[in-house]
């Protein structure tokens, strides 16, 4: 009965709506194939008068985004304006923290896509019940080239790695969710070009390399992640305006039906790393209206830069926007041949916390040197 309520209201709110899914176990809700490029649709609690789809539990808000894709509810999952979302924080740093070695190579963190999968699973759970709603892979760093070349693997082994980082936060979430009842979404991480050179120069931009070379890296990566499901690509750590224009007009070309979001590398308040106005990447996407764009932000900057740039972001995207804001600041360490901590200008937790949710942004979270202990005080402050 409550699924041809679902179904009812649905059909009046989204053309061509193809199929839908409600599994109570977990209390989350697939639907696909909305052919509107946004649609959101309330979901009311049960005996609500006339209005929602009379399932129980606490208010939703459900985004539709492109055409033959998935959105999932997660249980409580809300409009972002009554209940900001929390990501993540460090994954190198809690996996450091608790003895992995990833010093070797320049795949970071993935190198234990190989050499230690389970200590990631179990990363991922700590984060989750700290009250993190978004997961990001361990594949940041990863690029088919580089895995070949490291991992002394061909291409589809290579390949099955990648695919591996997905697939063990999804598993992560699974777990969590059948023992708390509580879901949460898998982002497959996927740091700048220069992330994957290894040398800095996500931190810089100007690469001196084509944008039909880095056009090229993204579309494998993002083809290779896509073939595990996951709820959105994260797109990070993006220090390069050319860069950016790339990354939209692919995705917009070729995945026009995956969300994802961008997250800036910037050097100030307006200008990305690579000296580039932000201005112009805003006024960039307003003009190019990316279909599944879910979020633009800024990560791993010092926490007292995200709100000015949160700010800036929102006033350049405008007030009729759907694209939400995001940010997850590093701890505040400064890099020095190693992260150390400069009295007076790293925060501690509680203060880092307070930074974070006073930045205005939709979507919060942490980046390099934050652990469970920062998202943990984040999530409290959130809700």
């Given at each position: 009965?409550?699924?041809?309520?679902?179904?009812?209201?649905?059909?009046?709110?989204?053309?061509?709506?193809?199929?839908?899914?409600?599994?109570?176990?977990?209390?989350?809700?697939?639907?696909?194939g909305?052919?509107?490029?946004?649609?959101?649709?309330?979901?009311?609690?049960?005996?609500?008068?006339?209005?929602?789809?009379?399932l129980?539990?606490?208010?939703?808000?459900?985004?539709?985004?492109?055409?033959?894709?998935?959105?999932?509810?997660?249980?409580?999952?809300?409009?972002?304006l009554?209940?900001?979302?929390?990501?993540?924080?460090?994954?190198?740093t809690?996996?450091?923290?608790?003895?992995?070695?990833?010093?070797?190579?320049?795949?970071?963190?993935?190198?234990?896509?190989?050499?230690?999968?389970?200590?990631?699973?179990?990363?991922?759970q700590?984060?989750l019940?700290?009250?993190?709603?978004?997961?990001?892979?361990?594949?940041?760093?990863?690029s088919?080239?580089?895995?070949?070349?490291?991992?002394?693997v061909?291409?589809?082994?290579?390949?099955?790695?990648?695919?591996?980082?997905?697939?063990?936060?999804?598993?992560?979430?699974?777990?969590?969710?059948?023992?708390?009842?509580?879901?949460?979404?898998?982002?497959?991480?996927?740091?700048?070009?220069?992330?994957?050179?290894?040398?800095?120069?996500?931190?810089?931009?100007?690469?001196?390399?084509?944008?039909?070379?880095?056009?090229?890296?993204?579309?494998?990566?993002?083809?290779?992640v896509?073939?595990?499901?996951?709820?959105?690509?994260?797109?990070?750590?993006?220090?390069?305006?050319?860069?950016?224009?790339?990354?939209?007009?692919?995705?917009?070309?070729?995945?026009?039906?995956?969300?994802?979001w961008?997250?800036?590398?910037?050097?100030?308040?307006?200008?990305?790393?690579?000296?580039?106005?932000?201005?112009?990447?805003?006024?960039?996407?307003?003009?190019?209206?990316p279909?599944?764009?879910?979020?633009?932000?800024?990560?791993?900057?010092?926490?007292?830069?995200v709100?000015?740039?949160?700010?800036?972001?929102?006033?350049?995207?405008?007030?009729n926007?759907?694209?939400?804001?995001?940010?997850?600041?590093?701890?505040?360490?400064?890099?020095?041949?190693?992260?150390?901590?400069?009295?007076?200008?790293?925060?501690?937790?509680?203060?880092?916390?307070?930074?974070?949710?006073?930045?205005?942004?939709?979507?919060?979270?942490g980046?390099?040197?934050?652990?469970?202990?920062h998202?943990?005080?984040?999530?409290?402050?959130?809700y």
């Amino acid at each position: 009965k409550e699924i041809e309520k679902c179904s009812w209201s649905l059909e009046k709110k989204a053309e061509n709506l193809r199929s839908y899914k409600v599994d109570e176990e977990v209390q989350w809700i697939t639907f696909q194939g909305a052919s509107t490029v946004q649609l959101l649709a309330e979901v009311e609690m049960e005996g609500t008068s006339g209005r929602g789809l009379g399932l129980p539990g606490a208010p939703y808000l459900l985004l539709l985004l492109g055409d033959s894709m998935t959105s999932r509810l997660p249980h409580p999952l809300r409009n972002t304006l009554q209940r900001r979302l929390c990501l993540d924080g460090g994954l190198s740093t809690t996996l450091e923290n608790l003895g992995a070695d990833l010093s070797h190579g320049s795949l970071w963190s993935a190198r234990l896509l190989r050499d230690n999968p389970d200590l990631i699973v179990r990363v991922h759970q700590s984060f989750l019940e700290a009250g993190a709603d978004v997961i990001g892979s361990a594949t940041y760093q990863c690029s088919l080239e580089k895995m070949m070349e490291e991992f002394g693997v061909e291409k589809p082994q290579a390949e099955q790695y990648i695919r591996l980082g997905v697939r063990l936060a999804k598993q992560a979430v699974s777990e969590y969710r059948r023992k708390s009842g509580r879901d949460a979404f898998v982002a497959a991480a996927l740091g700048s070009y220069g992330a994957v050179l290894a040398d800095g120069s996500e931190y810089r931009g100007n690469y001196g390399v084509s944008c039909a070379q880095i056009e090229r890296i993204h579309t494998e990566r993002v083809r290779c992640v896509l073939l595990e499901s996951p709820d959105l690509v994260a797109f990070e750590t993006i220090p390069d305006s050319d860069e950016v224009r790339t990354i939209l007009r692919l995705m917009e070309a070729n995945f026009s039906d995956t969300p994802f979001w961008v997250s800036l590398q910037c050097q100030s308040e307006s200008k990305l790393a690579d000296g580039s106005n932000l201005d112009t990447i805003s006024a960039y996407i307003k003009e190019l209206a990316p279909t599944s764009m879910v979020a633009l932000g800024v990560n791993c900057v010092h926490p007292e830069l995200v709100r000015p740039v949160i700010e800036r972001i929102r006033s350049g995207l405008g007030s009729n926007t759907q694209i939400l804001t995001m940010c997850y600041p590093n701890s505040g360490e400064v890099w020095e041949e190693g992260w150390k901590h400069v009295e007076g200008k790293t925060p501690s937790p509680e203060e880092w916390s307070n930074i974070v949710v006073r930045s205005g942004a939709d979507i919060v979270g942490g980046c390099c040197r934050t652990t469970t202990s920062h998202i943990r005080l984040l999530r409290e402050l959130l809700y």
